[in-house]
Every structure is written in C-alpha cells, then in structure tokens.
T-cell receptor
Framework: AQSVTQPDIHITVSEGASLELRCNYS??????LFWYVQSPGQGLQLLLK??????LVQGIKGFEAEFKRSQSSFNLRKPSVHWSDAAEYFC????????????FGTGTRLQVTL | SAVISQKPSRDICQRGTSLTIQCQVD?????MFWYRQQPGQSLTLIAT?????????ESGFVIDKFPISRPNLTFSTLTVSNMSPEDSSIYLC??????????FGPGTRLTVT
C-alpha cells in the first residue's frame, strides 16, 4: 500500500530565510508525487507535481521539489520565504493508473515570523 | 484547470440529522472525489463519485452513512446521514480529468452538536 510521511508537524522560519519541508513516500513502483498548500479556510492548491523526467521540479510561488528515488523522498524547498507562505503543506503520492488514488501525508504547518 | 465551489461553506447541525453538501465544477470533469479532513488531520478519501453509477467507497466508509450522487460531469453531492459529533470535520470535494490532476473546492466545515 502506498503511504506518505511528513516528519515535521510544525516548522517556523523567519521571513527571507530558506525553507525545506520533508516528505518520504512508500510506493511499489515509480510514484506520482505532489505538493499541495492549504491556506486557512481554503481548499488545497497544487504547488507542483512529479511524474517522470527531471528530478528537480519547479512549481508555483517560487517553490521547487526534488525527487530522490534512493531516499524515497520528495522534499519541498523555497530559497526565500514570504509571510504569505504561512499555511499547511501536504505531500501526496499517487499511482500511475488513471484511476489511482492520492494518499496524503499528515501535513506540515509553516509559520513565518517577521 | 477547474474551479470548484461547495455549498454550504459551513454549518452547525444537531446530532441525528443529515446534511447534503453540494459540489459544482465550472467545467466537465471525468473524476470527482470526496474527502474528509478531521481537525488537525490529513485528508482521507471517502469515495470516488462516478457519473451515472454508484460511488466507490473506501474502507471504513459506507453508502448508508455517506450517500453520494453524481448526476452529470459537473455536479456531485455528499450527504452525511444520522450525524454524530464524530462527524464534525471539513468535507472537501475535488475533481479532475484523472485522479492525479485534482482541483479542490474550499471545503465545507461541519460541526455537529
């Protein structure tokens, strides 16, 4: 069965500092990987996704993520965090079939201090 | 992409009653899903809403408790039946052409007293 682990429940960074959110997955084959962001009172917005090819994926809002098969990881990074990035971030894994389901991690809450 | 709206955005209900949540997509989508997000938790898939046929439920979720309709490619409803305080949660609808191209609605925050 597929699963996702986000080891950090809560992270606090200063505005302008760099950010890395960790995500480890378990999946029997090459996974499809996703990062979503959920602002308070909002639905989930897709930041970026990895299907295949270049292991460094660029997303919206200046985020990027790197797929490392050897470590079963898909960490999200941003070189300089803005106060508006404060939100909940979810990593998700899906299979390669069109009917495959997404499995979400438990989320990391990001707090940004000014 | 697709824009998804949900109604109501929030509600407070008494135990034993039922609430129907509506999900509207601004374009036709092949797949629609319903998730539950309990306080401080991640998203748990309730079911896949299939157009013109019965929904496909995940383990732990049953049709009698969470009946789902999907009459066309842009609309779905989820009913939370015979509610108890344990049903207090955010219910999210999503849709897309495939399961890995999902766009999410803003959610319905349900409180059961």
């Amino acid at each position: 069965a597929q699963s996702v682990t986000q080891p950090d429940i809560h992270i606090t960074v200063s505005e302008g500092a760099s950010l890395e959110l960790r995500c480890n997955y378990s999946y029997g084959a090459t996974p499809y990987l996703f990062w979503y962001v959920q602002s308070p009172g909002q639905g989930l917005q897709l930041l970026l996704k990895y299907f295949s090819g270049d292991t460094l994926v660029q997303g919206i809002k200046g985020f990027e993520a790197e797929f490392k098969r050897s470590q079963s990881s898909f960490n999200l990074r941003k070189p300089s965090v803005h106060w508006s990035d404060a939100a909940e971030y979810f990593c998700a894994v899906g299979g390669t079939g069109t009917a495959s389901k997404l499995t979400f991690g438990t989320g990391t809450r990001l707090q940004v201090t000014l | 992409s697709a824009v998804i709206s949900q109604k109501p955005s929030r509600d407070i209900c008494q135990r034993g009653t039922s609430l129907t949540i509506q999900c509207q997509v601004d374009s036709q989508v092949t797949m629609m899903f319903w998730y539950r997000q309990q306080p401080g938790q991640s998203l748990t898939l309730i079911a896949t809403a299939n157009q013109g046929s019965e929904a496909t439920y995940e383990s732990g979720f049953v049709i009698d408790k969470f009946p789902i309709s999907r009459p066309n490619l842009t609309f779905s409803t989820l009913t939370v039946s015979n509610m108890s305080p344990e049903d207090s949660s955010i219910y999210l609808c999503s849709g897309g052409q495939t399961s890995y191209e999902q766009y999410f609605g803003p959610g319905t925050r349900l409180t059961v007293t």
